[in-house]
């Protein structure tokens, strides 16, 4: 069975910290594809990033950068120079087994971003 | 380009009450979805639809039934609501089934209070 987790339930840091969200998926599946969503205060889900599971050279788009290691089964998100707009919750689904199942959450992890 | 659609934006039924949830989309997307976000909980998949006539049982499935008549319609039906259902429902779409090739876009959800 799969497992994705995100053991941070919430995280608090000043303005301009370098912040990492954890999140880990165990899975037996060697073909998959992982994902971040962002749900801001006002409700709306929004896509950040996809990452097959054949991929593991670290992303950066812009302040944003993802690690990803097969290894561990983990696959970080970090943010510098944090913002307050950056305040959302955030959310790791893997896609399990590449089929029609859907996109399995993770249960988030609260982000706050104090002025 | 409205994206997915949800409506309504809210609902409040009584318990055994009937209602539909009505999510379109208008990118021509094959695969549709419902999700149900409780606090804690992250989004749990409902229904899922791999094409029109088509769909299939997710995590949560007890209590909602689905059809898929058209490509771009996939309304989600509560028979008897019950106050376990009081969540916010999200409907989503993919380019190809369950988000492995495409991200999922998502509506603005649904927020229904069963009393």
């Known amino acids: 069975a799969q497992k994705v987790t995100q053991a941070q339930t919430e995280i608090s840091v000043v303005e301009k910290e370098d912040v990492t969200l954890d999140c880990v998926y165990e899975?037996?599946?060697?073909?998959?594809?992982l994902f971040w969503y962002k749900q801001p205060p006002s409700g709306e889900l929004v896509f950040l990033i996809r990452?097959?599971?054949?991929?593991?050279q670290n992303e950066i788009s812009g302040r944003y950068s993802w690690n990803f290691q097969k290894s561990t089964s983990s696959f970080n998100f970090t943010i510098t120079a944090s913002q307050v707009v950056d305040s959302a919750v955030y959310f790791c689904?893997?896609?399990?087994?590449?089929?029609?199942?859907?996109?399995?959450f993770g249960k988030g992890t609260h982000l706050i971003i104090q002025p | 380009n409205a994206g997915v659609t949800q409506t309504p934006k809210f609902q409040v039924l009584k318990t055994g009450q009937s209602m539909t949830l009505q999510c379109a989309q208008d990118?021509?997307?094959?695969?549709m979805s419902w999700y149900r976000q409780d606090p804690g909980m992250g989004l749990r998949l409902i229904h899922y639809?791999?094409?029109?006539?088509?769909?299939d049982q997710g995590e949560v499935p007890n209590g909602y039934n689905v059809s898929r008549s058209t490509t771009e319609d996939f309304p989600l039906r509560l028979l008897s609501a019950a106050p376990s259902q009081t969540s916010v429902y999200f409907c989503?779409?993919?380019?190809?089934?369950?988000?492995?090739?495409?991200?999922?876009?998502f509506g603005n959800g649904t927020r229904l209070t069963v009393t």
């Open positions: 899975t037996r599946d060697t073909t998959y594809y």
């Open positions: 639809s791999v094409g029109a006539g088509i769909t």
């Open positions: 689904a893997p896609s399990p087994g590449g089929g029609a199942d859907g996109l399995t």
């Open positions: 990118m021509n997307h094959e695969y």
């Open positions: 990452r097959n599971s054949f991929d593991e």
């Open positions: 989503a779409s993919s380019y190809s089934q369950g988000g492995y090739n495409s991200p999922l876009h």
